[in-house]
């Protein structure tokens, strides 16, 4: 007996343990708390997702243990035993078409955000351009409208698109600020955007998503998001106090280390575009020149 | 001279790592006391004539089986010691270079020398039982395609010892893989040992479609075929469409990185993402190959220990081919954040989500093949019925990964890699064990204990959900894949110290299933009936183990499930005639060609791995050699006189 009590207090700490540690994890899952229209959506079509699979799962779950229960084999069971029953057409009419009808809803959704996403979040507001470039193992983020440059964090102002333009110049990465919203691979000879916004100002984790070697798991950054103007502080701040960014700092990122937040008042005009297209970069350099990837966007 | 050999040795050898000089040790005793045992219980020539050289599908599918508990050991061991990493934030028990060796052959060991050949061997045990053959339509070809699996499974685990292990993922992707990162041998290793023995799962697939289209018994038309029959034909088709492209894309990086070739290298107009392409045109068909025989196997275990007929029988063999079909329209699924573009996205997103379909309503025509059936809990039945739900919420979280905007925030997060263990494991491994279980009297002739069966099921199945559900959980907190270390802060310490013990108390399920097989060996129940189970397909009307030559008689098939058909013509009183005299049974000779043309293959491997050439090119010619010989050898079978079959089923007491 005694025993029993001691095992069913442990039991009731551990919940309330548990409960109380829950709302203070809250925060720390950061998908479900986006600070942007990206991330929003994505929330949405997650929490609509897990909505519908539960439509399956949960009855499907109540089922099996309906059916275990009442049909064991023991000698006093009176429930109905057909060991030839296995035909039944309407049972299957209806679990074929549950399915059908949840994945059309589901496919009709995925299909209008996969094509909303790709496109800026907000029209009203001119995009800022940040030029991202994944190292061995570090992030370099280049403003070719503010002509600055800063590496393992970077400042954006909120309530403004933020078109993140990715490329690499070491193995394939993929740059993810979950509280922004979704990740995008970022790949040697290739520059591929992702738009990102945020709504309101803070300090946002990111990160390497692709593992890229000895070093991947500190490829960590932080997003820091400030109203337009402590943003434009910040960059004449930058631009008066921080080294330029010459070629041959450059060369030193590029090699295999790990590195602490730095900040340069300049960028390096055109090394973003070298980069990409350095080894061949064959399948960008055509978008490049015609404007498609416009790394002069951005300017105010 | 002094320093060259110095020099070799030390890049040869793997050095200055306390566990592996450990690891060294335990290899060299191991091998010291295998071959001791051999030699002084003079086991050398049993072990040559009765195992080496066999080509009977029986226990070709004993070694598989063998083979693949010693790799989920293997593998296991590595995912302890990744989780023990990962216990606690700001661990020091690995290096990021140990690490991210571990998990890259953790995968890779997993999936490919794991998985497939725990398939490989309930096929081979089952099929030809299944149909009413007496072997596979190849069995020379049969014993070559495990041998090659049996070397590469030990070209890629050597690897630890020698040279280095791989440590660009399971997946392998260039650049990181190619060459300009990646100089040791451990890439070469990784891509020479999946080649050779994706040659042998090749040849598998070939050996299995043949044997299942051509060498059913008499009556069995296909929709009279037992579903795991039917799961083993569709993994088959899969895998004769999937594995060329494998052997492409690992030929093409091979190139990449000995010959100097340029198909994934970022410069000189090569392009990695070939490769990721072609890596998941032969990756994801894999997933399908390795479950939907688990899929059979639960079939045929929810029916007979239901004793009920299965549920839905055209419902269940449609479900497995549109899944077959379908799987080979998915793959861009693996890297929808690669910037493929909306229209190909929505394409591969809609593809996915309709493979849910079918696969759901399988899960429905188990509960009903269960309903108004008399559900007996033996181990097999307890790991299906402990797949269900395992599966529901895999297959969910899979649905949730299919809808491409949202998969930009799973994508190689921790949600991601609970989803593919909740599948792989709940559904693969589950499925594998609850095979093993089932099929085990007909293997050994031993029914395996249940209480320790028990023991190994709850702390498997319990510390299943306490590893990967905060998983779920993390990968949601934003800890991605693949970090070797993490800092506090981000609220990931708690959920890490939990899974970790969950991982522990899975490595305890695995300790139970050791003892309960060395245990039922020397005290388990004999199984003396032939079908412990009341079964109701073929296998189980023969004694266990079965004799060599599997049927004395070939059956004539009435129906579905026919041995339970005449059991219970025989239960009515029906005479079942069996009187018919024997025949003459036709047999393939044993040969020690596949075993000496896969040292062959090793040793090959291995010198292309360090590019020795010279080498290389010698044990090349070998192969040759040995494929020119066997054309030329004549006396490839034998044949059973009508006494020696009547010898051995007296034995048996069945004339």
New interface residues.
Partial sequence: MKRNQARTFALLTALAGTSLLLPGCGEQVLVFNPVGPVGMIEKQIMVLTIIMVSIVVIPVMILLWIIVARYRDKPNNRAPYRPEWSENRILEIIWWSIPIIIIGILATFTVQKTFALVRPPNKVVNPLTIQVTSLDWKWLFQYPGQKIATVNYCEIPSNRPIEFVLTSNAPMNSFWVPQLGGQEYTMPGMAMKLWLEADKPGVYYGSGANFSGEGFAHMHFNVIARPAGEFNHWVQKIQSTAPPLSLQRYAILARRTIVQPMSFSTNQPGLFEKIVSQDGGMYMRRDLTRGKINSQAGTD | MLHNAENFASHFFVLGNPMIYGADVSILLVIFGIVFVLTYYKKWGWLWREWLTTVDHKKIGIMYLIAALLMLFRGGVDAILMRTQLIMPNMSFLK??HY?EIFTTHGTIMILFMAMPFIFAMMNIVVPLQIGARDVAFPYLNAISFWLFFFAAMLLNISFVIGGSPD??WTS?P??AGIT?DKGPGENFYLLALQITGIGSMATGINFFVTIMKMRAPGMTLMRMPLFTWSVLAASIIIIFAFPVLTVALTLLLLDRLAGAHFF?????????MYVNLFWMWGHPEVYIVVLPAFGIFSEVVATF????????A?MVASMIAIAVISFFTWVHH?F???A??GV??FF??AT??I??PT??K??NW???????????HLPMLWA?AF??NF??G??TG??L????????Y???YFLIAHFHQVLIGGTVFGMLAGMYYWWPKMFGIILNERLGRWAFWFFNIGFYVCFLPQY?LG???M???????STG??WS?WNFISTIGAYMMGIGFVFIVIEVGYSILYGERDLTGDPWDGRTLEWSLPSPAPHYNFARIPEIAGRDAWWTIKEARRKGDPVVESKPFKPIHMPNDSGRPFVLSVLFFVFGFSMVFTWYPLAFVAFLGILISLILRSFEYHTDHTLSVEEIRHTEEAYGRV
């Fill in positions: 990021a270079q991210n660009a993922g992707y650049p990181l990162f290298t970022i410069f000189d107009g090569g392009n990695p993402m239901s004793r009920k007929r299965t549920f839905g029988y419902s890297f954040t690669m910037g573009g909306p996205n929505s997103a809609v989500m309709i849910a379909i759901g309503v899960v429905f509960l009903f093949t269960m309903y108004q059936g008399r559900i007996k809990m019925i269900i739900p529901a919420i297959g969910a649905v949730m299919s809808v491409a905007p949202a998969d930009y925030q994508h190689n997060s959980w949601w907190m934003g991605t894949r693949r970090m070797y270390t993490y981000m609220g708690l």
